[in-house]
């Protein structure tokens, strides 16, 4: 059973992907309870701010400290880990060797996500409150808003790269941390590259056989949705 971050980073790189919080679809995850289901035999527990034994916290760690391990709503539009090895193959299956202007003619992607998209594409990383602001959405724009994020992030076309805070006039931070957004093209750009000349169902069939290596009881549908989004 993973106790730390440094036993949670060593066991998704050999996994090579995982649900973020809990295996409650019954695919698998390094972590397979949620913060409800702690066990009283870990010292792996939700929201402490411990950044040694709080996988609330891993999500970001592994985005500022390392190059090898993505993290973004992936995975049954919930949260998810790929390491980099893997993440070819998932942009294969999601993106078909298309870019964002080939899945916007094809239909797939909806207007208002193409706002948002438009604005994150401009930066190298965005906090969402400021995706917000100079995409001039309201309030009255939440559900659209929201639902965009996560069907860009499960499309592959934007991941989570970080996190930070608000600032105030004088440049100083304030509130509680906000996701910072990027195409994924900034982010592993190589990756990208490399998923556009893979084939789909051969990585398709790389996928599925990992996920039975790692859990022979898989339901062939909830791994076809993990895969494919």
């Not at 949670?8 to 698998?28: A, H, P, R, T």
């Amino acid at each position: 059973m993973v106790k730390n971050y440094s036993e949670f980073c060593k066991e998704l790189l050999k996994s090579g992907f995982s649900m973020g919080g809990g295996n409650d679809k019954g695919i698998y995850a390094v972590i397979p309870f949620d913060w409800k289901q702690a066990p009283d035999n870990t010292p792996v527990r939700w929201h402490t701010g411990d950044p040694d034994t709080d996988p609330w916290e891993w999500r970001i760690r592994v985005l500022n400290e390392r190059s090898d391990i993505a993290y973004a709503k992936v995975f049954f539009k919930s949260s998810g880990y790929i390491a980099k090895k893997w993440y070819a193959d998932f942009v294969c299956v999601r993106r078909k060797g298309r870019d964002y202007k080939a899945i916007k003619l094809d239909g797939e992607i909806s207007e208002f996500a193409d706002k948002v998209y438009d604005v994150i594409s401009r930066y190298d990383g965005i906090p969402l409150h400021e995706i917000k602001t100079l995409g001039g959405f309201s309030s009255e724009d939440k559900t659209d808003f929201d639902k965009a994020i996560v069907d860009l992030q499960m499309k592959m076309l934007i991941t989570m790269c970080g996190a930070a805070r608000k600032r105030n006039k004088k440049g100083e931070e304030y509130g509680w941390n906000s996701t910072v957004l990027c195409t994924t093209e900034g982010f592993w750009q190589d990756e990208v590259e490399k998923a556009a000349k893979l084939d789909p169902n051969e990585s398709y069939e790389r996928i599925r056989k990992q996920i039975l290596k790692l859990n022979p009881a898989a339901d062939e549908k909830k791994i076809k949705k993990f895969i494919l989004g």
